[in-house]
């Protein structure tokens, strides 16, 4: 089993939509989870953090399930400049580094 | 302006031949990594240094080597040991775990290798 394990997609939905994307982990001990996008080519981009408690930034919502190993992301109206790979981030609780899933490829149609 | 930059974005190499990547940081961050992406895989850990003159190796070091002489920069060699070399390399650098505010880490544009 994959440390971190996400839907690769594509995800294709048309512009304004609402689309979620979930991602689970193997490692009870994790301690901190991200959300990383990754545009065609380029490098990838912290888009936010995933605290215990959700947060929310603008129309992105993370919320993590530390029961059932499994953290979310939510985009409410979806923009075409959403388009991009989104990868899943866990720190591994015992040695600090980071463990990227193989990302979750978000299409957004006119 | 801060930031990482990695060099060359393009690196075309004969089977056989080692060849280093470069990897510079104006961030004064202590801690620099690096990672190997392949078409469709998240990205895996080559080696990482959280101090300089010291680094660790990551998942899958085999066939590659690193130095850390000064905090600002982490080359990378691929040598001809390496047995599947073509792929997407990423830098990054991060606060100290040990003593910083920040898990999040920086990463530079990346170079494509390509092993003929």
């Known amino acids: 089993r994959k440390e971190v394990e996400q839907d690769p997609g594509p995800f294709n939905v048309p512009e304004g939509a609402t689309v979620a994307f979930n991602c689970t982990y193997s490692?009870?001990?994790?301690?901190?989870f991200f959300w990383y996008r990754q545009d065609c080519r380029k490098e990838p981009k912290l888009l936010m953090s995933?605290?215990?408690s959700g947060n929310e930034d603008g129309r992105f919502t993370a919320q993590l399930n530390r029961a059932s190993q499994y953290i979310s992301l939510l985009i409410r109206d979806s923009k075409l400049s959403d388009s991009a790979t989104y990868l899943c981030?866990?720190?591994?609780?015992?040695?600090?580094?980071?463990?990227f899933g193989q990302g979750t490829t978000l299409q957004v149609k006119p | 302006d801060g930031g990482i930059t990695q060099s060359p974005k393009y690196l075309f190499r004969k089977e056989g031949q080692n060849v280093t990547l470069s990897c510079e940081q104006n961030?004064?961050?202590?801690?620099m990594y690096w990672y190997r992406q392949d078409p469709g895989q998240g990205l895996r850990l080559i080696y990482y240094?959280?101090?300089?003159?010291?680094?660790q190796k990551g998942d899958i070091a085999e066939g590659y080597s690193v130095s850390r002489e000064k905090k600002e920069s982490f080359p990378l060699t691929v040598t001809s040991a390496q047995k599947n070399p073509t792929a997407f390399y990423l830098c990054?650098?991060?606060?100290?775990?040990?003593?910083?505010?920040?898990?999040?880490?920086?990463f530079g544009p990346g170079t494509r290798l390509t092993v003929l």
């Open positions: 961030l004064n961050h202590d801690a």
């Open positions: 490692n009870s001990a994790s301690q901190s």
């Open positions: 240094s959280q101090i300089v003159n010291d680094f």
């Open positions: 995933v605290y215990s």
């Open positions: 981030v866990v720190k591994a609780g015992n040695t600090g580094k980071l463990i």
């Open positions: 990054a650098s991060s606060i100290d775990r040990r003593t910083g505010y920040t898990d999040e880490q920086f």
